[in-house]
């Protein structure tokens, strides 16, 4: 689960992170209140779980509650990376003397926790130069060393003043990372003000695995994350579904059929839309929603159907498309390779449909092929 900036900044709170005060509002004229509030100096921030938002436009600086309410007016609504503004975070305003980057992952390759920890962060940290950066992999029965946070400090070239502050803060972001069971704890900037450090973004993943142990985050659920139409279609039907970023949709039957479908498509040198697996024994109800499902996604060109009947039926399987077909707008070429239990009725199902859009195959390749082909 990625929380938003202001989640995280809850999280960082609550383990003794300093975050600037601030508020969550949804309208401009609450923005203006916030503003007043907090000061009239502050940062307007578009609460999107997505990076990038500085280069975007998403965070904006005002001087006046005045400002606020103007610049609240032109952030609220904007798209940024395809996500809807609908939340922005009101903040008390911070001046920066350096902006710092700092990163809790797991290095899983390694089997532990990596802390990164660079002089230059802010916007554009991709293109801080190496000798900026500095890293340690902590083992995860020791905990983060003092002399592994003096390694930290000393590697990334902090300023002096920002020391002491660090030697506080960078403990209490791993033992966040470990007590919160988080994948990701990211901080750009780590600002170094007059006041010393604080966390002025925060991007935190939690592990979903790990949720139950952790009922106090129950509230970051849902309430504005908005989960992605496609996948939520897919929760409903009960289907084992994940979304990828290429054109051809995948229905399969088995994970590992699945799996091994979307390496031929690969191989073939197409690019899966989705992972979709309607479980075995699959009737005619899965495959048509599993159809709809696929075909919701809007970058999809063609679908690639492969079903290894055992206690699936193949006939049931056919019927289910030609009902899918029937009850929704499918517009692109749907390839249909049929194996195992009773497939040669299924074919026959799908032939005699004479339906415009059903392509059959013969072999897992040439489904892959005609499916690859039919999407250029
Ligand atoms: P991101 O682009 O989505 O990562 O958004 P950030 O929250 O990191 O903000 C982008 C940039 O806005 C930061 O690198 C800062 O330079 C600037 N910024 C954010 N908050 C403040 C603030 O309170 N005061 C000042 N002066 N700049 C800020
Ligand atoms: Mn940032």
Redesign the pocket.
């Given at each position: 689960m990625d929380l938003f900036?202001y989640q995280g900044k809850q999280l960082f709170a609550r383990w003794g992170i300093p975050v600037?005060d601030g508020r969550v509002v949804e309208t401009s004229a609450e923005a203006a209140v916030a503003a007043q509030e907090l000061g009239g100096r502050v940062?307007l921030?578009a609460q999107v779980a997505t990076?990038?938002?500085?280069?975007a436009g998403?965070?904006k600086?005002v001087a006046t509650p005045e400002e606020a309410e103007r610049a609240a007016g032109e952030v609220l609504g904007m798209d940024i990376g395809g996500h809807r503004v609908e939340h922005l975070l009101v903040?008390a305003?911070?001046?920066?003397d350096a902006?710092y980057y700092a990163a809790v992952t797991l290095d899983r390759r390694a089997g532990s926790a990596l802390f990164i920890l660079s002089s230059r962060g802010?916007?554009d940290v991709e293109a801080a130069g190496e000798g900026a950066m500095s890293s340690v992999h902590v083992d995860p029965l020791l905990g983060l060393a003092d002399f592994q946070v003096r390694s930290l400090v000393f590697g990334a070239g902090l300023a002096p003043r920002a020391r002491p502050d660090a030697a506080r803060l960078l403990p209490a972001l791993y033992r966040l990372f470990v007590e919160a069971d988080a994948s990701l704890v990211e901080v750009?900037?780590l600002a170094l003000t007059p006041g010393g450090l604080i966390a002025?973004?925060a991007k935190v993943s939690l592990d979903d695995s790990a949720m139950f142990r952790h009922p106090e985050f129950e509230s970051f659920k849902g309430g504005t994350l908005r989960p992605d139409p496609q996948e939520a279609m897919a929760a409903a039907a009960g289907l084992n579904f994940v979304k990828l970023d290429g054109d051809i949709g995948i229905i399969g039957n088995g994970a590992g059929l699945v799996m091994s479908t979307l390496d031929v498509v690969a191989q073939v040198g197409g690019a899966p839309a989705n992972f979709l697996d309607v479980g075995g024994g699959a009737g005619a109800e899965a495959l048509a929603s599993a159809l709809e499902v696929v075909v919701a996604g809007p970058s999809v060109r063609s679908v690639l159907v492969n079903i290894f009947g055992g206690i699936t039926r193949c006939d049931l399987v056919a019927g289910g498309i030609l009902e899918a077909l029937g009850r929704t707008n499918v517009t692109v070429p749907v390839v249909v390779r049929l194996e195992g239990t009773n497939a040669q009725a299924g074919r026959e199902l799908l032939a005699r449909s004479h339906h415009p859009n059903i392509r059959a195959a013969a072999s897992m390749l040439e489904a892959a092929q005609r499916a690859v082909e039919a999407a250029r």
């Open positions: 900036e600037p940062a921030k990076g990038g938002r500085g280069k998403g965070v600086l903040e305003a911070s001046s920066i902006e802010g916007i750009n900037p002025l973004d």
